[in-house]
């Protein structure tokens, strides 16, 4: 597995910016923000925003923003909200689930992001057995026994979970390494790798391991790569996966 970039860390957790969007739909290069919340240094920010395209009828029956909502809101691009997070994401490490999505809508609205943690790519690295059903951030809320006030898909409640989430994924990591800061480092490091899945946890093959799989029906996985990459999903743990068996 290829090695990611190592990012030095300075002053641990102070650094660490809890962040969660919501979105006008969820196509990557199409879609927009149109409420964004974030956590740094302990302090909670929450604004919504008009976004350049309506939100889709499919995201308000997710979120319950609807384009009446934000209709009177400015856009997130250069303003007030947007050159803040700039400024703290220049020196920062972004912490989100399913960073790559927040991060291409971030990056849509003109940010840049330089250092990440993405919670779920880390709930799959140390899920080696494949037990967790679903990654999903509510589902690991329950899963993992997390005692959080709040709903769901709200971008405030969400990172009220994601910080849970981050807190019990942190205190896994320091099982190995001790000092925060070292920890903290070893969770970027893994956000910026793809994960190799052992086991199927869904389909005809659910329950059994990937390699077996490959053994007895190849074209099983052949059919499955062909199909992300046609879909253009965004599930770069699966294609890694799937490209790591068949180049055997």
Request: aromatic share 10%; charged share 30%.
């Amino acid at each position: 597995m290829p090695v990611g970039p190592a990012f030095p860390i300075s002053n641990g957790m102070n650094k660490l910016i809890f962040l969660d969007t919501e979105t006008t739909g969820n196509e990557i290069g199409k879609d927009r923000l149109c409420q964004i919340c974030y956590k740094y240094d302990g302090n909670l920010k929450t604004n919504y925003f008009k976004p350049p395209i309506p939100i889709s009828v499919k995201a308000m029956s997710v979120t319950h923003i609807t384009n009446k909502m934000v209709e009177d809101k400015e856009p997130f691009e250069k303003s007030k909200t947007s050159k803040e997070l700039q400024a703290l994401l220049k020196d920062g490490i972004l912490v989100a689930h399913n960073a790559k999505f927040d991060i291409a809508i971030l990056e849509a609205e003109g940010l840049t992001v330089s250092n990440y943690i993405c919670t779920l790519r880390i709930a799959r690295h140390f899920d080696e057995n494949n037990l967790i059903p679903e990654y999903g951030l509510q589902f690991l809320r329950y899963f993992l026994d997390l005692e959080i006030e709040g709903g769901a898909h709200d971008a405030e409640s969400d990172v009220n979970v994601l910080f849970a989430v981050f807190q019990r994924l942190l205190a896994k990591v320091k099982e190995k390494i001790p000092n925060e800061e070292e920890a903290i480092n070893k969770m970027i490091e893994i956000s910026n790798n793809p994960v190799i899945f052992k086991k199927f946890n869904f389909g005809k093959y659910k329950g059994e391991l990937v390699e077996d799989v490959f053994k007895k029906d190849r074209g099983y996985l052949e059919w499955m790569l062909k199909t992300k990459l046609a879909d253009g999903t965004d599930d770069e743990d699966w294609i890694f996966t799937l490209k790591h068996y068949l180049t055997q």
